[in-house]
């Protein structure tokens, strides 16, 4: 297993342990300039912008863990390409939406320097969680 993989996966698991195990997840693997590029929301670029971004979304959804149903991966040196559904709960344990991802990875250093997540908006439009 490339280190990109196993990088990417134990990355993924620590966003069960709720909105702290998230933002250790991006302090552990993304570098301090890291971009990240989602749909239908606005780019950040830099690790403390993302990380304002993710507590900024756990306060407006309302959410307290994440589950990450891992679909597909394909990992290359220096890529991971992973299908996954991000499935987000709140405080009851209660979902709160499951939206299908397909995220691309850029790594160097052992570190994610570019971050593509595309998804279908419509989960999150359909719980108001994107205006």
Known sequence: ???????????????????????????????????????????????????????????????????????SLLATPGLVMVERIDRVFDADGEEIFAAPVVGVLEWADGKITQWRDYFDPGPLLAVGQLD
């Open 1 to 71: 297993m490339l280190d990109e993989e196993r990088h990417t996966r134990d990355m993924i698991a620590l966003w069960e342990s709720g909105v702290d195990g998230i933002v250790d997840a991006f302090k552990r693997y993304c570098a301090p300039d890291v971009k990240w590029i989602n749909t239908g929301i606005p780019s950040v670029e830099g690790l403390e912008a993302c990380i304002e971004l993710l507590t900024a979304q756990a306060q407006a959804w309302k959410f307290s863990s994440t589950r990450v149903d891992v679909r």
